[in-house]
């Protein structure tokens, strides 16, 4: 067995939590290759590592003086240094880091820096041994992520050492130049790793014990996930459930690697798989709510609607003309709705109808905004007749009134479309009749 561990930012932010995260790794000798990410806030006033690396490197460009905003990050490295009682300096790497912002280096080698000297920190704490990601995760000269040449290079660099530390969040390009993934990009890096070494298990420590049924901002202390597939999360990740970054994924899928989210601050909680596939029923026939505010349905009618060949076409290219893509599409025999995001639309609203009715000719069009979509999701449901009648008879006693049903063929997931104002109780309803009732 041989699992690749990741830690965010918060599990890595102070030298009290490194001591943790030591604890955790040494408890499990499987528990191989670290991926790292920068220093994260200590508490909810703190800044991150990797907001301080930007802002500090927005004063580069406008050539300010930035040494004050770099030796407070130097500041935060050395306190977790001296925390832990290491011999190391970063002396040395914040004079070549000072001479590479007067030099221009750009604003992702900048940002790189927070994963870079944390990844140093961790492998002398850890005594592994240290690979800069600049030279295993590859990136290909338009800056896209190369995925089967970093594949080998790590694979064969890896091979080699049965134990290191590869810091999180950036690679490079061909000629050299340090390019980041997007925030919160060590996940994707975990994950490439993971494929590499042909982990068991990817496990991802973070602040919270996995994924959640639901919003915690929403339902009081929600019960947690034990087990998710792969296509499960894509859906309530798509709807704002945030726990991993949405590329994760990719990797290890291809790979056939389960993920194992766990808490650095509770490692006795179980957490939660993402696997492939299971045969384990979910506990409550849902996995999981989630939802999302500030949608516009656009509400098309026009008679024998069915009869005419093309109309859905027409009236979608109005949206591609303007650059707006859309959510749901549920239809009638005469009618059909659109959901599309409401800031997106709004400036655009009159331009999206004009072309409608150029090219459609239809009979009326309505706009509803400040419309919520929430969707059940759940590999439950295609194995559980009545759900769907649960939801709705939830969301009757709750009061809400339902604007908007959709489910797609896979029965994984009903998406719901009820008025903003009563997007909270929708989810209230809908989590007492799967998880507080468990009928
Ligand atoms: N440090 C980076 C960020 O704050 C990447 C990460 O933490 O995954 O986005």
Redesign the pocket.
């Known amino acids: 067995m041989m699992k690749v561990v990741k830690f965010?930012?918060s599990s890595l932010a102070s030298a009290e939590q490194f001591a943790k995260v030591g604890k955790i790794i040494h408890s499990d000798k499987e528990r191989k290759y670290v991926v790292p990410?920068?220093p994260?806030k200590r508490n909810a006033k703190d800044t991150?590592?990797?907001?301080m690396l930007y802002a500090c490197y927005a004063l580069v460009e406008a050539d300010e003086d930035f040494r004050v905003p770099l030796m407070k990050i130097k500041d935060r490295y050395d306190a977790i240094i001296n925390g832990l009682n290491l011999k190391l300096s970063l002396e040395e790497e914040f004079k070549k880091i000072t001479e590479n912002f007067k030099n221009k280096a750009g604003i992702d080698y900048a940002?790189s820096r927070?994963?870079y000297l944390n990844g140093i920190i961790m492998a002398a704490y850890l005594d592994y041994e240290f690979v800069d990601a600049a030279e295993v995760i590859l990136f290909d000269k338009d800056g896209n992520f190369d995925a089967d040449t970093t594949n080998k290079v790590l694979a064969g660099r890896l091979a080699k050492l049965e134990r290191a530390v590869i810091p999180?969040?950036y690679g490079a390009m061909p000629d050299g130049t340090v390019k980041t993934f997007s925030?919160?990009?060590?996940?994707i890096t975990g994950s490439i790793v993971s494929r590499a070494v042909q982990a068991d298990c990817y496990e991802n420590w973070t602040d919270v014990s996995g994924f959640l049924v639901a919003d915690p901002r929403i339902i009081k202390n929600p019960q947690p996930i034990k087990t998710i597939t792969y296509r499960e999360l894509r859906e309530l990740s798509y709807m704002g459930a945030s726990v991993l970054?949405e590329e994760a994924v990719f990797p290890v899928r291809k790979a056939g690697i389960p993920i194992h989210i766990r808490n650095t601050n509770a490692p006795e909680d179980e957490g939660t798989w993402i696997v492939e596939s299971t045969c384990q029923q979910s506990q409550y026939t849902i996995t999981g709510i989630a939802g999302k505010k500030g949608f516009v349905s656009v509400n098309i009618d026009k008679d024998m609607m069915n009869t005419e060949v093309g109309f859905g076409r027409k009236v979608l290219s109005a949206f591609e003309e303007n650059g707006i893509s859309f959510e749901h599409m549920p239809s009638g025999i005469d009618t059909m709705t659109i959901f599309v995001h409401q800031p997106e639309f709004e400036g655009k609203e009159q331009a999206v109808i004009s072309a409608i009715h150029r090219l459609a000719n239809p009979d009326s069009i309505e706009l509803e905004g400040d419309l919520g979509l929430i969707a059940v999701v759940g590999r439950g449901m295609k194995s559980n007749r009545g759900t769907a009648g649960r939801i709705f008879s939830a969301l009757a006693h709750a009061n809400v009134n339902v604007k908007m049903i959709d489910q797609g063929s896979s029965e994984l997931n009903i998406i719901i479309g009820v008025s903003n104002a009563d997007f909270e109780d929708a989810i209230r309803a809908i989590y007492d009749i799967f998880v507080e009732t468990q009928l």
């Open positions: 965010g930012g990410s920068a994260g991150k590592v990797t907001d940002a927070g994963e999180g969040f925030r919160g990009g060590s996940d970054h």
